[in-house]
């Protein structure tokens, strides 16, 4: 079955970079995704890439993905503390995606 | 940007009591729609797909008689947990994707239930 992992927790200064990872395990994932959510919050959805595709850039935002090593991840540069929130990396076909556990981005002034 | 509601943001209800949750998109039509449930610190399970006009696709080990599913319109989903206790509490998040679309999908804020 479809399963997506990512670390639980990181931890970045204000100004710096952060990076996000991930690794799934359905090869036949056409989207990867990467949502945000603040406290009691829904999700929004900040990027996604189609899977024939390596890098996507937007603004501050740079998704990278591996698929041989089906491993994504997420730069967020200049990071603020607006940026703290918990990230979730996900993986879809059609309509129905499959989430991580979330990774708790905690910035520090 | 499309937006999905839910209603109510939060529910406080007594044991045994059945509680409903409204999943509507605001400015789009949405035939299918995802109901999610999210427990704290863990990620977002996927409980079931409703269909408009049809039944409801429930999830491996999602009881469809307990959680109940309906889909009148093509803008209104709703859940209903029935005869709740006290481990239905939990953070329920209702999705839709526009027609046509096949890559986003658009979340509601959630649902906060707590059954005591």
């Known amino acids: 079955g479809e399963d997506v992992e990512q670390s639980l927790f990181l931890s970045v200064r204000e100004g710096d970079s952060s990076v996000i990872n991930c690794t799934y395990t359905d090869s036949s994932s056409t989207y990867l995704y990467w949502y945000k959510q603040e406290p009691g919050a829904g999700l929004q959805l900040l990027t996604y890439?189609?899977?024939?595709?390596d890098m996507k850039q937007d603004q501050r935002l740079t998704v990278l993905l591996n698929k041989k090593d089906k491993h994504l991840s997420l730069r967020i540069a200049d990071t603020q503390t607006g940026d703290s929130a918990i990230y979730f990396c996900a993986e879809g076909g059609y309509q129905k995606v499959t989430f991580g556990i979330g990774t708790k981005l905690q910035v520090i002034p | 940007g499309a937006v999905v509601s839910q209603h109510p943001s939060w529910v406080i209800c007594k044991s045994g009591t059945s509680v409903k949750i409204e999943c509507r998109s605001l400015d789009f039509q949405a035939t299918t729609m995802f109901w999610y449930r999210q427990f704290p610190k863990q990620s977002l399970m996927l409980m079931a797909t409703?269909?408009?006009?049809?039944?409801?696709?429930?999830e491996q080990g999602v009881e469809k008689d307990k959680f109940l599913i309906n889909h009148a319109s093509l803008t209104l989903s709703t859940l209903t947990v029935t005869s709740a206790h006290p481990e239905d509490s939990s953070f329920y998040i209702c999705?839709?994707?526009?027609?046509?679309?096949?890559?986003?999908?658009?979340f509601g804020p959630g649902t906060r239930l707590t059954v005591t």
């Open positions: 890439i189609f899977s024939n595709m």
């Open positions: 999705s839709a994707p526009k027609d046509g679309q096949i890559y986003e999908q658009y």
């Open positions: 409703s269909n408009e006009g049809s039944k409801a696709t429930y």
